[in-house]
């Protein structure tokens, strides 16, 4: 693990690893095709959890685009320079990728 990545994790607890590494890349879109992330435009698909009902009062300080909300969980794409600010906001509980779902086997194959 390289000195960047663990800096990283120490200071943003609530983000998930996969995003810790991609907010710490050099090149963010060959390690989020690598990694099966949904990104595009410098920005990634995400969950953020929150704490309550209620959404950051700095939200559009993140830059996120919303895509989906119910009770404490947000889906948004989230510009990849803003996800440590994000999971260290005190109303966030913690911010996971969104996970891709596949019909038959990962290489697409429908077998």
Not at 41 to 47: H, P, T
Not at 50 to 72: H, K, R, T, W
């Amino acid at each position: 693990m390289m000195a960047g990545q663990t800096m990283a994790q120490d200071s943003c607890p609530r983000l998930e690893s996969r995003l810790q590494q991609l907010h710490a890349a050099e090149d963010p879109a060959a390690f989020a095709a690598f990694t099966a992330l949904m990104y595009g435009d410098y920005r990634v698909l995400a969950i953020v959890e929150l704490v309550d009902q209620d959404l950051p009062p700095a939200v559009d300080a993140f830059g996120m685009e919303i895509e989906a909300s119910y009770a404490n969980v947000v889906q948004a794409w989230v510009p990849v320079d803003q996800l440590c600010a994000l999971a260290s906001d005190p109303a966030v509980a913690g911010v996971r990728p969104v996970e891709r779902l596949y019909y038959g086997d990962k290489s697409g194959r429908q077998d």
